[in-house]
């Protein structure tokens, strides 16, 4: 069994006592330590000159230093290559060993597994466009984008959620109520709503009960824009936003726009 380390005081005063003249075996019989311990403390008082403990190398690692570095490398260039890919890798150069050894390597570089975000399709057509639209604007006034109102078509889940979803529990709670999303078959329905805020609040709200054409879109603003913009106190000159839908974009609703007097604002593709 391992002995029991001695305080830095004790191994402070056998350094004292050594300084003073005594020797080993006097150190040892007046502190009541074994003559060895005291032996060992002074050759390491002598080599670094401190009696405090040093880093101690721990348990040897199973991967060279050249693999812990390639694991980095490839998980630096290639982002989604997975823990077995990358076990794959190791074994080939006959250094296996288990997948939490990798991540833990990985970790300790500062690289841990998330879950992929999801952004829109962008090409370089798309990119210029947006900076052109955000430098267009940089000179507008905050009381410009005050007669913005926006909006936009949504799905609406009625039951349960298809995002993913984590939460914090301890193990062995997986299926506790508290830590559930209740689901029903077949999915639980959705719907398909249309809806308009701008700086002031919400606008009007008008469920999508049919499939969504040129038609049905008119129509919806018809009943629903001009009130919103009317309730919202945005004045006859407010900006209108819609994304660039092709039932958005059709020559009959930007005939209506034009014939309402609306103005449309330009927005670039794919945001």
């Known amino acids: 069994m391992k002995n029991k380390e001695h305080t830095k005081q004790v191994r402070d005063t056998v350094v004292e006592r050594f300084k003073a003249g005594f020797g080993y075996k006097k150190i040892s019989q007046a502190l009541n330590i074994p003559r060895s311990t005291v032996q060992v403390i002074i050759l390491k008082w002598k080599e670094y000159h401190t009696t405090a403990n040093l ?142 805020f701008s700086l002031a609040g919400t606008g009007k709200m008008a469920k999508i009960d049919v499939k969504m054409d040129g038609a049905k879109y008119r129509t919806i603003l018809e009943k629903n824009l001009m009130e919103s913009a009317k309730d919202l106190r945005l004045g006859r000159r407010f900006v209108f936003q819609q994304d660039n839908d092709p039932k958005h974009k059709a020559k009959s609703t930007m005939e209506w726009f034009t014939n309402k007097h609306i103005q449309v604002l330009e927005w670039p593709s794919q945001t």
């Open 55 to 196: 880093p101690r190398p721990g348990r040897p690692s199973k991967l060279s230093a050249h693999t812990r570095r390639r694991l980095i490398r490839d998980a630096v260039k290639r982002p989604m290559i997975t823990l077995d890919e990358l076990q794959k890798t190791t074994a080939e150069v006959g250094e296996s060993v288990h997948r939490t050894t990798i991540s833990h390597i990985l970790h300790k570089s500062g690289l841990y597994g998330r879950v992929v975000r999801t952004k829109p399709f962008l090409k370089d057509i798309h990119k210029k466009c947006c900076l052109k639209f955000a430098t267009s604007h940089l000179g507008d006034t905050p009381n410009m984008w005050k007669k913005v109102l926006w909006s936009n078509e949504t799905k609406i889940e009625l039951f349960g959620n298809n995002a993913k979803r984590y939460v914090w529990r301890k193990s062995n709670t997986a299926h506790h109520p508290e830590h559930t999303i209740p689901t029903v078959k077949h999915g639980g329905g959705s719907i398909m709503v249309w809806a308009c």
